[in-house]
């Protein structure tokens, strides 16, 4: 065995041993979607639900503000048991002014103005303290545009104390508006409609995803609020409530409407911001998840790999320029190229069950054949 042979083999055992493990959680989740059913959460007399505290963090984002208060006005829930909050996160454009239009004359509603940007999570928690109202404290994106019957749905998986966090679906708009479009929305509809389903469905801690998501304020109290110094508070929250014995759902008839990046420049934007959360999240979180003997060993697991973020992506790059030399250098590789294939190939497995499941319309198949290019 050649000194290149045998560096290959060193980079190989670990690689192909971390692609393996995500391709095993990647089919358990796809058969868990085709094969399990999920819970029913009815809804019950408007006089049993909780007080819904709405939170909108807002900075820079003017034209974005009048779309989102006519979807914010339409939320159907009694409004004696509903308040509204805009917040102005410091914002240098026309925000302030726009959530101050959308707010006026409506009752239920308020304006929070900060007079410097201190980030969502901080933004969040200064809400929190200025208004106490709100047993459920429902987080939503300005550029979002939630469902009518959106609240309604989400406050019944609060029936169960245990529940501490849940996450609605987020759709998408602009699915097949350029290449950057497409792929931005094939990912997030396989990390919900296969991932976060899947492990909803198992019991494994589907993440919240920051925006059309509801949050328990006792247990939000409890666990520290939003933690400030947080770059990605939704999924630090995740493994928070976890870590602590609460549970999070994924509520995949809870609906948003959200426009994915049209670039790609903006979709790299978007994923180093969220790779950057991760990271931060599995620095502060991995220890103590290791620690805690009162998680099941299936749920200590998953935990650790979601924080691991976009580190099977790395591998599947370097399996990729490993098989690509394999093939130009014969015999590179002493492992049977076979391996390498079944890492590359087994991602998509998972894109075909849901495109059948979802019967998803043929302008998002005959754009498939890009999605290895991408």
């Known amino acids: 065995m050649t000194l290149v042979q045998k ?33 029913n959460y009815r809804s019950e007399n408007p006089a049993d639900f909780p007080d819904v505290l709405v939170l909108v963090p807002c900075r820079n984002e003017d034209a974005m503000i009048p779309g989102l208060g006519q979807a914010v006005a339409r939320l159907d829930y009694p409004r004696e048991k509903l ?61 979002h545009r939630p469902e009518p019957d ?29 290449l950057s479009a497409y792929y931005a929305t094939l990912e ?16 494994l801690a589907p993440a919240l995803l920051g925006s059309n998501c509801a949050y328990r304020r006792t247990a939000l109290v409890e666990c520290g609020t939003f933690r400030k110094d947080a ?7 995740t493994v928070t409530f976890n870590n602590r014995g609460y549970h999070t759902h994924f509520a995949e008839e809870v609906v948003s409407w959200q426009q994915v990046p049209q670039t ?25 998840v290791i620690r805690n003997r009162d998680l099941s060993v299936p749920l200590r697991l998953e935990l650790l790999l ?40 087994t991602p998509s497995l998972p894109i075909l069950a849901l495109f059948f499941k979802e019967r998803f319309p043929l302008a998002m198949w005959v754009r498939l054949p890009l999605v290895p290019v991408f």
Request: hydrophobic share 45%; proline share 3%; aromatic share 12%.
């Open 306 to 345: 979601f924080m691991a973020g976009y580190f099977d992506r790395i591998a599947l790059i370097v399996v990729g320029v490993i098989s690509f030399l394999d093939l130009i250098f014969k015999g590179l590789s002493p492992f049977p190229r076979k391996w390498f294939y079944f890492v590359l190939v």
């Open 7 to 39: 560096l290959a083999r060193y980079i190989s055992i670990p690689i192909l041993t971390v692609l393996f493990i995500f391709n095993l959680r990647r089919i358990l989740f796809t058969l868990a979607i085709l094969f399990t059913a999920r819970k």
């Open 264 to 288: 790609i420049h903006g979709y790299l934007k978007q994923h180093i911001r969220w790779g950057r959360g991760l990271n931060d999240v599995a620095r502060i979180h991995i220890p103590e």
């Open 188 to 203: 997030s509809y396989v990390n919900q409609l296969v991932t976060m389903r899947g492990k909803d469905r198992l019991g």
């Open 231 to 237: 770059f990605s508070e939704d999924s630090d929250l």
């Open 83 to 143: 308040q509204i909050v805009l917040i102005n996160d410091g914002s240098t454009d026309e925000t302030g002014k726009r959530i101050e239009q959308q707010a006026n004359g409506r009752p239920g509603w308020s304006v929070l103005n900060l007079t410097k940007s201190i980030g969502k999570a901080s933004a969040l928690n200064s809400a929190l303290a200025r208004f106490s109202f709100g047993e459920i404290i429902y987080v939503l994106d300005s550029d």
């Open 150 to 178: 959106t609240l309604v749905k989400i406050v019944r998986y609060f029936d169960d104390p245990r529940v501490a966090g849940v996450t609605g679906y987020t759709k998408v708009i602009n699915p097949t508006g350029s």
